[in-house]
């Protein structure tokens, strides 16, 4: 039995992908703030409770991070698998009116909350026996090209890139593969401002296609499933008439 835990598990791109590798026999710890929503995904995945595992935790505080990492090794004593998934956006405003607040709240979920977790995941990794493990982090599309108005989001998914490549390589000598998928326009509550037109490089407004997001936790699914001798580095799952190729 594999062990995965999933960040942002309980609602959206999270809940499908914890769903797909539940699917392909991973047990899995969602964490997320809610845990009502957690709990509530998880029996609806698995009503018995024996493979899935509700972790309430803020990505974003290092100390709670440990904590949460530390209570799925008790239960389950190993981690096969990472999925960094938690992320949040800043409203669509001028770049000069976001807050400081706003900018702290985004760095927290996106970036600082993902580097905390590999952290743990990589002493993790390293200590068991057999050693290795892999991490999927989620990038987005605006980990290459930025919408408007979207700094604090477009410039922490940059970050992300940035952070994969980074652990991939010190990864090497542990048997630690990390890689990134490039998500563009996945159908959740996050995206259903698109239904009704989103803002365009030349100042347009436009409605956006999406896919489903069981077409991303599939594509999520297979990166888990690679032997740790082998990486999907990156990979761009998108709806394919989204305006993306070409933007700006």
Not at 77 to 88: H, I, K, P, S, T
Not at 146 to 156: C, E, F, G, L
Request: hydrophobic residues 45%; contains cysteine.
């Amino acid at each position: 039995m594999k062990i995965a835990i999933v960040t942002g598990g309980g609602t959206g791109v999270g809940k499908a992908i914890a769903k797909s590798l539940y699917a392909n026999g991973f047990s899995v710890a969602l964490f997320g703030r809610r845990l009502d929503v957690l709990e509530a995904t998880a029996a609806e995945i698995d009503g018995a409770g024996e493979r899935m595992m509700s972790v309430s935790v803020d990505i974003g505080d290092r100390e709670a991070v440990g904590a949460a990492f530390e209570a799925v090794v008790a239960r389950w004593g190993r981690l096969d698998l990472l999925v960094n998934n938690a992320g949040m956006n800043a409203p669509s405003v001028a770049l000069e009116e976001v807050s400081a607040l706003q900018w702290d709240q985004v760095v927290a979920a996106n970036l600082s909350g993902a580097f905390f977790c590999t952290q743990f995941a990589f002493a993790q990794f390293k200590a068991q026996s057999p050693q290795g493990g892999r991490i999927i982090n989620n990038g987005s599309i605006s980990a290459t090209t930025p919408r408007p108005q979207s700094a604090p989001y477009a410039a922490t998914k940059h970050a992300i890139s940035g952070l994969t490549k980074a652990s991939a390589l010190d990864g090497r000598p542990f048997n630690i593969a990390v890689g990134q998928i490039d998500i563009g326009n996945a159908s959740t509550d996050m995206t259903t401002r698109m239904s009704s037109g989103v803002l365009q490089a030349d100042g347009s407004t436009a409605v956006e296609p999406t896919i489903d997001a069981g077409l991303i936790a599939d594509a999520v699914s297979y990166m888990a499933g690679l032997p740790l001798e082998a990486n999907t580095l990156t990979m761009t799952v998108m709806a394919t008439q989204m305006p993306f190729v070409g933007r700006g």
